[in-house]
T-cell receptor, first 113, second 115 residues
Framework: GENVEQHPSTLSVQEGDSAVIKCTYS??????FPWYKQELGKGPQLIID?????GEKKDQRIAVTLNKTAKHFSLHITETQPEDSAVYFC????????????FGTGTRLKVLA | DSGVTQTPKHLITATGQRVTLRCSPR?????VYWYQQSLDQGLQFLIQ???????AKGNILERFSAQQFPDLHSELNLSSLELGDSALYFC??????????????FGPGTRLTVT
């Protein structure tokens, strides 16, 4: 079945630096890739997503890139701020009618002030 | 605030007991998904309902069941609870069909502790 690997599991960066989180999916039929931010004690919050017919998408300081050939997609956060500290999850879904997500294992990002 | 509500926020119960978790989706969303988040397993898909009918099953134990009611709220029933069932349980809702909408919006979760 579909599998999503996520790296790194933890990431510490200095405030103002960039952070990159990478995911790899196994099923080439996957066509939608969301990224979620989860703060302590809260539910996952959708922060950006990308569909398989697009190679890159940006929203202010956040961008996602997709390489369908390599089955990789990445989250890029620029000019990191302390409030970016959270756990980030990638996911992939298949166009199978259920649109259930297969999540990566999460990356704990710590932005050091 | 995603617009998805879940109750209760916390639940502490003993092994062997049965509990019911409740989820109200965003207004207009017909699909509800349930996920389990534990420390060693990450976010695992359990089950999906669409407009009252079961649509897909994931890694859901036979001791667990769910349903979606005519008003579209959903309940997840967990029975014969074991220590290993302690986890965060999230529901998510998805926009109505008609347009190919994949986004899922998560509720704040219910933290279940089995003692």
């Amino acid at each position: 079945g579909e599998n999503v690997e996520q790296h790194p599991s933890t990431l510490s960066v200095q405030e103002g630096d960039s952070a990159v989180i990478k995911c790899t999916y196994s099923d080439s039929a996957s066509n939608y890739f969301p990224w979620y931010k989860q703060e302590l004690g809260k539910g996952p919050q959708l922060i950006i997503d990308i569909r398989s017919n697009v190679g890159e998408k940006k929203d202010q300081r956040i961008a996602v890139t997709l390489n369908k050939t390599a089955k990789h997609f990445s989250l890029h956060i620029t000019e990191t701020q302390p409030e970016d500290s959270a756990v980030y999850f990638c996911a992939a879904t298949l166009p199978s009618g259920t649109y259930k997500y297969i999540f990566g294992t999460g990356t704990r990002l710590k932005v050091l002030a | 605030d995603s617009g998805v509500t879940q109750t209760p926020k916390h639940l502490i119960t003993a092994t062997g007991q049965r509990v019911t978790l409740r989820c109200s989706p965003r207004s207009g969303d017909l699909s509800v998904y349930w996920y389990q988040q534990s420390l060693d397993q990450g976010l695992q898909f359990l089950i999906q309902y669409y407009n009252g009918e079961e649509r897909a099953k994931g890694n859901i134990l036979e001791r667990f069941s769910a349903q979606q009611f005519p008003d579209l709220h959903s309940e997840l029933n967990l029975s014969s609870l074991e220590l290993g069932d302690s986890a965060l349980y999230f529901c998510a809702s998805s926009p109505s069909p008609g347009t190919p909408s994949y986004e899922q919006y998560f509720g704040p979760g219910t933290r279940l502790t089995v003692t």
